[in-house]
């Protein structure tokens, strides 16, 4: 099955929110790759800042993967077959940044190909911001400084806009857009996504109360925004939390053995 999470933006921190994000990253992997999914993130668009990597491993690091990161500026010092690392993973994440950067980055070094290969194989790709509208014909990027419209891979149709309701000017150049010819497509708050499988439409999901997506479509010289239902996801508890209750689960199973719990 083909299938890509299109993210409005979100973080890996501790806060509920990112580990509800974190967690369905990791059952998404999961369903493909089994125990120990493997998890790569490409961090290009916002240069392979090593505070967004080390996030990342503090996301997964301690969870029931294999967690990895490709670094296109580092290769001089950190080479490695490209191809045959993105291909033997379960889930590709793409971070946020620059979406023009990004892609020009990409096609120096043929990722965009490598990566409409890994969706056909069934790889999960996933990313947020400038890591979301890049699978779409188009989206709103700030790369240049103010909002306007860029083209993407086009592994999905239409055309996306993130941190909708957070950057107002982004949601009003993204309607303008569309009023003038743009594909239509999604709005994504932060801590909202979509989730493509197959054919099918995408599930809307939010991490966050409040946080929405919504269809945006021109209708007889206008454009309509309709907010889409979404599945809310529950954050799981804190790494030393799962910690402490697996040692109490542990305990009271010695103890029920020994027969002190009756």
Sequence with gaps: MRRILALGGHDFTSRPPDRAVSELLLRLA??????????CILPTASGDPTEQIARFYQAFGGRRCEPSDVSLFRLGRRPMALRDHLLSQDLIYV?????????????????????????????????????????FEAGITKSSGSPLAAAGLA???????????????????????????????????????????????????????????????REGGEVLESPLPARFLPAPAPAALREDIAEFRQLAGMRRRAGWLG
């Design 155 to 217: 592994l999905l149709p239409g055309s996306l806009c993130v941190h909708y309701n957070n950057e107002p000017e982004r949601r009003a150049a993204y309607l303008e857009a569309v009023g003038a010819g743009m594909p239509a497509g999604y709005g994504l708050d932060d801590y909202a996504g979509l989730l493509w499988e197959g054919e099918d439409s995408p599930t809307a999901v939010t991490a966050r109360r409040g946080a929405r997506a919504y269809r945006v479509r």
């Design 30 to 39: 999961g369903e493909r790759g089994g125990e120990r999914p493997r998890i």
């Design 95 to 135: 971070g946020g940044g620059s979406m023009v950067n990004l892609l020009a980055v990409w096609e120096a070094h043929d990722i965009a190909s490598i990566l409409s290969l890994a969706w056909r194989r069934g790889i999960v790709l996933a990313g947020q911001s400038a890591g979301a509208m890049c699978w």
